[in-house]
């Protein structure tokens, strides 16, 4: 099996969520059903990755951290990139409309990335990650996952993106590191800028089910010249 790794997780944390994966894949096997968790959670709690204390928001519609990619969904589109219904800026719910559950539609689903740094510790918090989101290149239909820099302290961070994803070092074997798509420069956003990289699955899902696929994993992220 081949992984290809990103570069926002710390290594430590890495081998940590690693190990975490194949114990829970041999102490508790997964179902063979995918898709929607086996229990949603209660509407009356408070949502994931909201300040403490705030309104509770209505089950189904946006995080705060979503807010931002729904107010330039227009300007991406105009850049080739088409953020999923969810983010128009005049959304209307379709389980209003067709009477289903929220989390049995699509346009219920909330942004498919977040941050897990306290997974291998068995905390199931999962707050969302304001910087990334899911996006469908529009010349090809490529689902892709845009990420968003500050100028300023993700310099150096786009500098070696753009050179690990350079044509010399993108034939290199070794070099598994998720590879640039494009730039974005949105109008307006001079504080930040957004980068274009494959939409790819979290590096313990499927989960690990034998200590040789854990150790070729490692042996692959941690491959130097």
Same mark, same amino acid.
Do not use: A
């Given at each position: 099996m081949h992984w290809t790794r990103g570069s926002a997780q710390h290594p430590q944390t890495i081998f940590l969520t690693a190990v975490h994966s194949l114990n829970r894949y041999h102490n508790h096997p997964p179902s063979t059903s995918l898709g929607f968790? *086996?229990?949603m959670p209660d509407s009356r709690t408070t949502v994931?990755?909201?300040p403490v204390g705030k309104a509770i928001r209505e089950p189904g519609t946006?995080?705060? +951290?979503?807010?931002w990619w729904r107010d330039h969904y227009q300007e991406l589109e105009n850049h080739g990139y088409?953020? *999923?219904?969810?983010? *128009?800026?005049? =959304?209307?719910? +379709? =389980?209003?409309?067709?009477g289903k559950d929220f989390y049995t539609v699509e346009d219920g689903q909330p942004t498919l990335v977040s941050v897990r740094p306290t997974d291998a510790l068995c905390v199931q918090t999962r707050p969302q990650l304001p910087t990334a989101m899911d996006a469908t290149r529009n010349l090809d239909g490529k689902q892709v996952m845009l990420k968003s820099?500050?100028?300023r302290r993700?310099?150096?961070e786009l500098e070696?993106?753009?050179?690990l994803s350079s044509p010399e070092l993108g034939r290199e074997p070794r070099n598994h590191c998720v590879p640039l798509l494009d730039t974005l420069d949105l109008p307006g956003i001079y504080d930040q800028k957004l980068i274009v990289m494959p939409f790819l699955r979290p590096f313990d899902e499927?989960?690990?089910r034998t200590y040789g696929e854990f150790v070729a994993f490692f042996t692959q992220i941690c491959e130097v010249s």
């Open positions: 968790p *086996r229990s994931t990755g909201d946006l995080f705060d +951290s979503e807010l088409r953020l *999923r219904p969810r983010y *128009r800026p005049n =959304w209307t719910p +379709s =389980w209003k409309v067709s820099l500050p100028t993700g310099q150096h070696i993106v753009r050179r499927p989960h690990f």
